[in-house]
């Protein structure tokens, strides 16, 4: 039984460990890409446009699904820029690719949560406005 219970809590600690390491990971990501901190002013703008607007639980919904949606690209296509720089020091036509596709993926998700956000606010923000 005690054998379990030591199981049971270093796998607690392995798991408590694992999101200082996701954390870190964040904190990171923000650190060293500029595109990231471009993200960040957009979430932390959206987020505050979402209380002031009162948006709906939905709209929450949508709004927090395209802020990861644009975060997750974001670490992924850093990820893909570093290894392939990594394995590709020097110039390499593929290498260029990979890297300007998982940029335009990045772009993509960006521009669809450009969309949604212009969804959401517009109204409010015309409503709020006075303009019909």
């Known amino acids: 039984m005690q054998k379990n219970m030591n199981n049971e809590k270093g796998g607690l600690i392995k798991r408590l460990k694992s999101f200082k390491y996701a954390f870190t990971g964040i904190y990171e990501l923000v650190k060293s890409e500029p595109n990231a901190r471009i993200h960040l002013i957009a979430t932390i703008a959206a987020v505050a446009a979402g ?6 639980n939905g709209e929450w919904c949508v709004i927090l699904i395209v802020i990861a949606l644009v975060w997750a690209a974001e670490a992924f296509n850093t990820i893909i820029e570093k290894l392939v720089d990594h394995l ?3 110039y390499h ?3 260029r690719v990979v890297k300007d596709v998982a940029a335009g993926a990045v772009l993509v998700c960006a521009l669809v949560a450009l969309a949604c956000g ?3 606010f517009l109204p409010k923000l015309i409503s709020i406005s006075g303009y019909h």
Do not use: D, K
């Open 93 to 95: 036509e593929t290498a």
């Open 118 to 120: 212009v969804i959401v």
């Open 88 to 90: 590709f020091p020097e």
């Open 51 to 56: 209380f002031f607007l009162r948006i709906s």
